[in-house]
């Protein structure tokens, strides 16, 4: 008789991982938006305290997307999506952790950054909605991926005997 695979398996912790900052950086580039036309500090200092979490939650998600890589890549159909996927990743989280960065540098005591506090203003919105754009796609091709491919998910047996 077959047996279910148990659920804590490596490739399992991406999905389990990945989901946090994929919503904490897309309501963080919001909270951004809003500041721009707010003077209240809740949603500047929001958002860089969610830009802080999901930039620390998206490196958790790259590092344990490499590990389902490979256990992942041997099982599925088309490979390339996963190196696009994987890659992408990469130039996603680097455009958060560089409007982090950007948005960090405001709060700076450098009088030449005190300064340019809209200019960095304007490049973190900047970097933010590319960002954002990136992280959309980056998950479009992980649930094509999951969706088309099962990568990652665990396929009965015809009969479903290990369910019995």
Request: positive net charge.
């Amino acid at each position: 008789m077959n047996q279910l695979p148990d659920f804590w398996r490596t490739e399992v912790f991406h999905p389990l991982s990945v989901h946090f900052p994929i919503a904490i950086l897309l309501v963080a580039f919001l909270f951004k938006l809003i500041a721009l036309g707010s003077a209240k500090e809740v949603w500047k200092q929001g958002g860089t305290i969610l830009l802080l979490l999901g930039t620390i939650g998206v490196w958790i998600a790259i590092y344990t997307g490499n590990l389902a890589d490979g256990i992942v890549s041997r099982k599925i159909c088309d490979p390339t999506v996963l190196k696009q996927h994987q890659n992408l990743a990469y130039v996603t989280a680097w455009l958060f952790t560089g409007s982090l960065l950007l948005d960090l540098l405001k709060f700076s005591r450098i009088r030449l950054l005190t300064q340019k506090k809209n200019l960095l203003s304007i490049l973190c919105i900047v970097t933010l909605s590319i960002g954002s754009g990136y992280l959309m796609y980056v998950g479009h091709l992980g649930a094509t991926l999951v969706y088309q491919q099962g990568a990652g998910v665990y396929q009965p047996s015809e009969d479903c005997a290990e369910f019995n």
